[in-house]
């Protein structure tokens, strides 16, 4: 979809092409594969090593839901300590939020607490978080267990998935669920925020349940 | 029809639907058995004021007689869950087959009118359907015309719409009662009947301006009631009579209004007292509540025990066993903070610029003195067009200072109010003097109320849910005191005049490093809104001013030790490019070549630097424009062309950015293109340390690592982080896209590695790696780091991501040089910066400025009414909590629209109205009009009651505490009425009263009404015995009496 209409939204920036338009931020450690994820996501391909995010990149997809259009800005983020200053700088009007971790890394699941806690403090209140363990394919090298993961996710209130970017495992139940959960969250509220609808189509409102989604851990 | 053309063919006519009223008939039979109200079972006697408490349900349906459109509407009341479970078996339609047991149940009961007719529990409901309250119905249908212009007024019409519901009902054995709307809408008469099988109930009406008088009493209407029962049976049963008299009090003797709160006189009184510009106003101007409807019933009395006769009447107010209140609000009364609010929402839409607001004060000021303006003319024209520069920061300032001080006495704003709100805003700007005054100040924060320490948590809230300044900031203060400046000195030209003041006070402080007090520092705190955000953001570069400045101070004394001009090798590849060289000005005044021509710079570089090998190489690029340096000016950097350009362009379009970045990338592949080898041990001397790296020592040398100083990324306002996510977004996400990102972003990396290499002489990128993503650094397993090698051992490698031949990383380290962070270029312009802040202040129009200082005021807005909220009202609190959500979204909306700060104000103003009310309440009932010692609390439930409830019963009746207090409420309204003045008497007016018989305690009851009952057989003596009822109403100019009389169809 967005991947193969890139260079013609590249062209027309003021795309309007959509009914929803929803930011969404990709957080955590350094090397966690956050960048992977995103371009499995996206563009469907994994490469072993991408080169270490600077500040902030993002890519575009568009998906259906409900017969709706919702365009996905996602952004990704640098993990490296020097850039949270940057990066949180950008969590104020996101939508949503993606807290990986790599299940192959303690470092990096100790610090999904402090994440967790930049969220809180930067970003808006009604924003969603969903707990990801990433590159659950190394089953050898895991030292954080499922169970872990999950705990902590409950323990946060967090919805939680172990994914793998280079398996192509959950990435897209990740996605689906958390613009799932962002559009539960705007029908929820009586007068939702109008500048989140698309002014062409103004005054339409996601009033439908969601269709049920498979949130457990596949792996 | 088209059924006799081929009648041939169709013989069958459906002779049933020919005619229009048939047609009628049968449809409403339809609508009948679509509502399954044929065999409707029983209902049983309404509970206690169920009718206002419960709920009603309405089901509606269109039918038409000829081209005349009906709506009917079947209105019942909805049969609570825990009702019987015969009901609700009954009630579903779906069990139709067990409603013979509910049938045979009901055989022994009284059909649902009768029952409804005979209960006196719901006799004086004071909201419900006007039919439910005349006829005491649970359940009727009503035939209306469908369009309010329609009327029927022709006497054969009704009889025959009469009559085709009279078959209706018949036929489908419906056994609720069915009105039909006569005459005009507003008149309300129905006529209507319903049908059983033994019986019919008719309900007919009279409605009349004026009741002859023999009739305008509780004898006459017994008169009317006994002649249309027409009853011969003896003895008669005697009539049972339920009487509410309602009385009006308008006049609140006791507690005139308006009651002036605090700070509206003040105000009003053009009083530039402190406390006037530091508070937003409050409360109501006229009385919110106008009156007060008293209304006293007697429940079901006997005919014989009471007499109300055109002479006399039993019925003393003061005797009535039931007493309830009404309060009747001021529709929209005017409020002083939502008349503030609104008034500040216009000013948003004005699009007039200070200039246009302000400048014709200036042209009146100029008239006044033509002379000069004159000569002054003369002047600017003969002088020489030459000298027309652009004019200078400071003639700017003194010109617009001195246009001010022209027109001190014509400003909106009195000089000495705006030296007053200006010392408000800037408290630092007084001296040791006012330092006092800010005690004083904060120890009026401590001193706080019980009450306001209740909010105190709400308050914490709002600052936390709502996008606008801190309480005590300067943007709030500012907010607050520029629109009481605009309702009391003249509107927007005040706010515009103000405005202009604060500015030249910004630019003042920025001038001169004072930091803007009230306003805290660090990064702008982007829950705020942005104009707070670009003061912080103001302070930011002040401060930086500031430091740069002291800086430089302390530099100029050591300058030369920092004036080393060494080559360091850095990697492998030793990057040739001279670095950190600092030109003696001779020598760049030999070498520097002009800026424009980056490109051929960095080509001469190379030249010069294959010839001079061991010279000092340098590209001077002029720093009094675009590259200001930590250091002064004088000194010449060496020539960095690497991408920090990307930094600033960030603020820049999109194509200018990109040529930007092609142009650095070029020359910084010249850059690498140019790398010699010098070997060699680092030469230079550390700078820039800021403390060891843990236990790190670096690869090659096996020095201790070092944390050098770093630049602080540059802060950000909200605006400037949407424009630089802009700027990225439009690269779009195509991989060329997602690498000119990283460029742009890459100076910050830049500066690090500087700052790293500049304090880690010798270092390589793993060691940076190491410092900066240690993740990336992959250390050999099995082998223990051995930290006094000194050469460089292989104990580890980079991640596979970092060796990506041409990663960005790789790249940006290869450009570095070493440069401490002082020396470098800086992130952050602080003088740039704040230029910019400075001018989007100043070119705000004051309409503009108004919007900005919206989410503030509404924010003050909201604290105000929340102070003012000393009674505990459940409704306010939803209220509250309601206004808050709202202005939280509101505040929070990237695009401020004026519409939804309507919406918002509305429901602010709503807020005060509603505390207004309470506090208009609790003056009115004082407990210094309580007779009985400890019926406070009494009062104040009563109080709150009237708050909550649209009918409120008094407790005790006329006896209990708040009946007392408002019959001295009546009694002083009497009093003044009758105009008798007795000053002497006031406290106990009441005692006065009762000794002077001319002026009765209460005024004529301006509503009376009536509801008679009885259980008579009828028509003839012999029939069933059946209930009937009349109910009247005895308004001035507006007489009612609706009687519902039964009918026994068998025995007649």
Redesign the interface.
Known sequence: M?SAN??K??KD?ADQNFDYMFKLLIIG???VGKTSFLFRY?DDSFT?????????????KTVFRQDKRVKL?IWDTAG?E??R??TT??Y??AMGFILMYDVT?EESFNAVQDWCTQIKT?S??NAQVVLVGNKCDLEDERVVSTERGKQLADQLGLEFFETSAKENINVKAVFERLVDIICDKMSE?L?S?P?LVNSQTKGTRLTENPSPQNSGCQC | MAADEEADVFEITDFTTASEWERFISRLEEILHGWKLVNHPNRGPALKDVYTSGDWEEKSEDIFFADFKFTVTFIYLKVPESGGTDKKESQSPEQETEQDNADDESDGTLPTVFVDMMNMDNDFPFRAHCLCRWYGLQEFIVAAPASNSDVIENESRMKLLMSSISIALHNTECKVPLFVQFQQWWRKIYSGMCVMPDSTVEYEMVHLKKLPSQYNHLEGLLDIFKGKLGSTVSPRPPVSVSVRFTYVLQEWVNSPWPQSPPDFSSSLEGDVGCSDFRILPFGACEDPVSELHLSCTWPSLSEDMIVENQVYSDLDPLQAPQWTVRIQMTEDPQCLLGEYLKNCLQLCHRKETTDELLGCLFTEDSDNDQGADISQALQRLTQPSVSYNMPSLTTVMSQASSRLRIKAEEAPVPTELLNEILLYLFPDAKDSENTEKEGSKDEDSDELTEDEMRHQTYFKQLSKDLKSSPVNSVVHKLAVSLFTVNYHHGGLRAVAHLWQEFVLEMRYRLENNYFISGVENGQPNMGSCLLHQKLQMLNCCIERKIKREQLHKGYTGRRHSTDVTDLIPTDDNYIGCPEDVSMETDDAMNISVSETADNNESCENEHRASEQANMRLASNVDSSSEDEFFECAEENQSGRTEPVAGAEMVARSEMAGENTIVQSMSTSSLASNTSFKISGIPQHRPEGRLTPCGDLKLLRSGEQMYIPVTQEPSPMTEDMLDEQAEVLAKLGSSPEGTQLRAKMQSACLLSDMESFKAANPGCALEDFVRWYSPRDWIPNEGEEPDNEMPLPGEKGQLSQRMLIPGNMWVEVWQSAQAIPAHRQKRLFDDTKEAEKILHFLSAMKPGAVVLHLLPCLVHAAIIRVIENDDSDIPKLRMLLDQVIGKAAKVLRSPHQEIRRYEDLIKMISLAEVVIARAKSLKTKFTEELLDQPGAEEELNYFVSNLLQHPEVSIRGGPCGPAGSVIHKLFIAAQKSSYLVLDDETEENSGEAYRQSPTIPDFPNPSGREYILRTWVPRPAPYSKTLPHRMYCVLVDNDYRLAGAFSHDTIFQ
């Open positions: 967005a890139d260079s939204w590249q920036a450690n350094s090397s996206a072993s090593a991408f080169v270490s995010t600077v500040g902030i990149d993002f890519k575009v800005q490296q020097r850039y200053t940057i700088a950008y104020r009007g890394n930067y808006w209140d509220s007068d925020d500048t």
